[in-house]
């Protein structure tokens, strides 16, 4: 697979062992892998950056002032620009967190990370804020259908029982598998309450008025925020978490997730961790389980059902998903020029520009196409 020219070769500075390289390449390889959990990539400028503060040439909160003086510099932005801008912001942010040594297991702490995290990355953000409505997430691991997240009024109890029950909770006990489960567990049920909402700016509004490239409506940031969360709360516990799970396998994260808090019982779907335990005992136990998007779809779970062991390597290539004709459309461009933009696009399909992105975002969520380098550089490449 070709590089991303801009990409920082992060496994060389982490196998050179020279402790202070190999701690800050680690986060930043964590941090900017983490962005394809939304489908962002982060800037060339953003991997230069990165390179100097790895390097010793500036430090993490000297990286930070600069990426955010470029983007207060620019005088126009796009929705490419828009994406670009929260992928290179909040990376920086995790590396600073990730190299900071304090944690305080609290829900606080998972406030405060939230907030460290979107504030100023967002119009009108509610960065740090609980979200004060109930939710529903469209799923392509559950073909469309949503989790059932914690609902708004009973957030902060939630919470705060679920902290109160893990802080008390006695890991002597347990055999370091058993110790993984419980973990697993944990971490599914803080993801589920999904205590943070989104940025919205209604329409009309005049974004003019406001720094140009502040996004109109924002994910939810709670996947990254608990991926934060996560890494600081193990590391704690004396794990040494290394970086090739989040930074590669981010998107798998959060479907197994998803599938650790999914119940249809008319369906015969039951939550069901083992997903989540696999990239857990991959970072805890040194294991080297397959760490597969269509593993954890739910239409997999039904084809095993009805194959022999025998047949089960022919299956994994076999798990298809939903494809519509737009999508298809994009898919075959693409074939056809890897370097086409979403505007060169949008002529061609006919559709809005807008519904481009849309279905670009959700065949990247599916594992149908990656962007392969930075956003005015790189290319898109369908994974056959």
Excluded at 27 to 44: E, F, N, R, Y
């Amino acid at each position: 697979m070709e590089k991303n020219p801009y990409e920082i070769d992060f496994e060389s500075y982490i196998r050179e062992g020279e402790p202070d390289k190999k701690e800050k390449s680690i986060a930043w390889s964590i941090a900017t892998g983490l962005q394809q959990v939304d489908g962002l990539t982060p800037s060339a400028y953003l991997y230069e950056t990165a390179k100097r503060n790895i390097e010793g040439e500036i430090s993490i909160e000297e990286a930070k002032k600069l990426i955010d003086s470029y983007y207060e510099s620019k005088t126009s932005c796009t929705e490419d620009d828009d994406d670009t801008e929260e992928a290179d912001k909040v990376s920086t942010r995790i590396t600073e967190l990730l190299s900071e040594k304090s944690f305080s297991f609290t829900p606080n702490q998972l406030l405060s990370i939230h907030e460290r995290l979107f504030k100023g990355v967002f119009y009108k953000v509610k960065a740090g804020k609980f979200r004060d409505y109930n939710i529903t997430k469209k799923e392509w691991v559950l073909n469309g259908d949503t989790v059932l997240y914690a609902n708004a009024d009973l957030i902060k109890e939630t919470l705060k029982y679920d902290f109160e029950t893990e802080k008390s909770f006695d890991y002597s006990k347990l055999s370091k598998e058993d110790a993984v489960k419980h973990i697993t567990r944990f971490v599914a049920n803080m993801w589920q309450i999904h205590p943070f909402g989104d940025a919205h700016v209604p329409q009309g509004t005049n974004v003019n008025n406001f720094h140009s490239c502040k996004r109109r409506g924002a994910a939810y940031g709670n996947t990254r925020t608990t991926a934060v969360f996560t890494i600081k709360y193990l590391r704690s516990l004396g794990f040494n978490v290394n970086n090739e799970p989040f930074e590669k396998h981010s998107w798998y994260f959060r479907n197994a997730l998803v599938r650790a808090n999914y119940t249809n019982m008319q369906k015969g779907i039951y939550m069901n961790t083992e997903y989540l335990e696999k990239f857990f005992r991959n970072i805890l136990l040194g294991e080297n389980n397959e760490l597969k998007n269509r593993y954890t779809h739910i239409d997999y779970d039904e084809y095993m059902k009805k194959v022999s062991v025998k047949e089960t390597e022919k299956i994994t290539q076999k798990i298809t998903v939903k494809i519509t004709a737009n999508q298809q459309k994009i898919i075959g461009v693409i074939k056809e020029n890897p370097f086409i933009t979403q505007e060169e696009l949008s002529n061609i399909v006919g559709i809005a520009r807008l519904n481009i992105n849309k279905n670009m975002k959700k065949l990247q969520e599916q594992g149908i196409i990656k962007r392969i380098g930075a956003d005015k550089n790189g290319h898109w490449e369908v994974i056959e």
